[in-house]
């Protein structure tokens, strides 16, 4: 009998079984199986050595009977030649479970964890869990050169090209790890293009252009961002994800633990008066720690804010401002404070270094945070600041 559809149509499970195989007189080991409760399949079995296989290829109602005979015969020709369908279908399975997300968790766990510092253990995390997740379900030998350099595409236009850059260290770093481990064959990361050259950069922004990105940073999370951003020198990702927790209005004191900041170490920042007046303006949300932000994460969307805020200083000054980008800020306030006279030692203090004096040893037995300091330091600034702002209005 030849499997057709409708010689399929009239077979029916014999009285008393729970299943049988009708095979297909035009292809040996071409068949179809019938269960009990009408479930119907398309077979291939075949023989390899002493052992009789057998490979469902499709259920009845998505494959028609040509089409099921053509991949049966794909599937026997395999068998004939000394393969095995049946094991490369199992394996085939089995890379399909193993996904660039479970790896990712797997490769952040196993390893990550145990060799990079905290703060940057967290950056990674980051770029894997949130910047990658569109491919998380994919298995990881399945993701292409192509799917990478698409979504890094994405991730630079939504978060800028430094971030592509991290994103993309990142993954492919990722891929060596699970390439030695044996989970896939090859890094499709390799060969993709690098969204930017980074240099060693050295802008520091005048106080006429602080004054600018302070006046047009803008009213939302953003805008608070920014000017907190000048106001105290800390890390953009640290005040993306500050609490309501870590805030001590009443004692001016913005303290961040150890498990956010990237040197692992626990930073109390002092709060001059305009960091004070920009978190008093924000309304809290029930339920929600976070400051900044919305849904489940903080604060996200950088490059585009950071274009609007571009756009909107070029409409003041009929020009754009030569390049900078939010990490400049910090570096500035670095410079600023020496200018003002502040020793080294404090400013390292401020923007939580180690480095210099404090490092190795010296850092060992100096454990002096500095908080008077810090302090006075941070409000030398806030008052260089109030007086920069002034001088624009």
């Known amino acids: ?6 010689t399929v149509e009239r077979l029916q499970l014999p009285e008393g079984k729970n299943e049988a195989i009708f095979f297909d007189e035009s292809l040996p080991g071409f068949g179809l199986r019938i269960r009990a409760g009408g479930k119907r399949t398309w077979i291939a079995q075949y023989r390899l050595g002493t052992k009789q296989r057998r490979v469902t290829i499709a259920p009845v109602a998505s494959l028609d009977a040509d089409e ?8 026997l020709a395999k068998a004939h030649l000394g393969s095995d369908p049946q094991l490369e279908k199992a394996e085939a399975r089995a890379q399909a479970a193993v996904t660039l997300g479970s790896v990712a968790e797997n490769y952040l766990t196993r390893h990550a964890a145990s060799k990079l510092k905290l703060g940057t253990l967290e950056d990674v995390r980051r770029y894997l869990r949130r910047h990658w997740e569109p491919l998380a379900e994919l298995p990881i030998s399945k993701v292409t050169r192509a799917t990478v350099a698409a979504r890094l595409a994405i991730i630079e236009q939504e978060n800028g090209r430094y971030a592509a850059n991290r994103a993309r260290a990142a993954l492919s770093r990722l891929y060596s790890w699970a390439i030695e481990e044996g989970l896939t064959d090859a890094n499709p990361v390799v060969g993709t ?4 050259n980074e240099t060693a950069r050295d802008r520091v ?5 602080l004054r600018l ?9 953003y805008g608070s961002i920014v000017r907190l951003l000048i106001i105290t020198g800390q890390r953009r990702e640290e005040v993306a994800a500050m609490t309501w927790g870590e805030v001590d209005l009443v004692g001016a004191t913005w303290r961040i633990g150890g498990d956010r900041t990237k040197n692992a170490r ?5 709060l ?3 960091a004070i007046a920009i978190l ?14 919305s849904r489940e994460g903080p604060f996200s969307g950088w490059s585009k804010a950071k274009a609007s805020l571009d756009v909107r200083i070029k409409g003041e000054l009929g020009r754009a401002l030569p390049p900078w980008r939010l990490h400049d800020v910090r570096r500035t306030v670095a410079t600023r404070l020496a200018d003002l006279g502040v020793l080294p030692h404090v400013v390292e203090a401020v923007l939580n270094h180690i480095s210099g004096h404090k490092a190795g040893v010296a850092g060992v037995y100096n454990r002096s945070i500095y908080a008077a300091e810090k302090r006075e330091a941070l409000k030398l600034w806030g008052n260089h600041i109030a007086s920069v702002l002034q001088v624009g209005e």
């Open 266 to 270: 626990s930073h109390d920042v002092p």
């Open 205 to 209: 922004l005048t106080d006429e252009e």
């Open 280 to 293: 008093r303006a924000i309304a809290r949300r029930d339920g929600r720690a976070l400051v900044f932000g």
């Open 68 to 75: 099921a005979r053509r991949k049966a015969r794909e599937t």
């Open 213 to 221: 990105v302070w006046r047009h940073a803008g009213e939302g999370d």
């Open 1 to 6: 009998m030849k499997l057709t559809k409708t």
């Open 272 to 274: 001059p008066f305009q």
């Open 193 to 196: 293009r690098k969204p930017a």
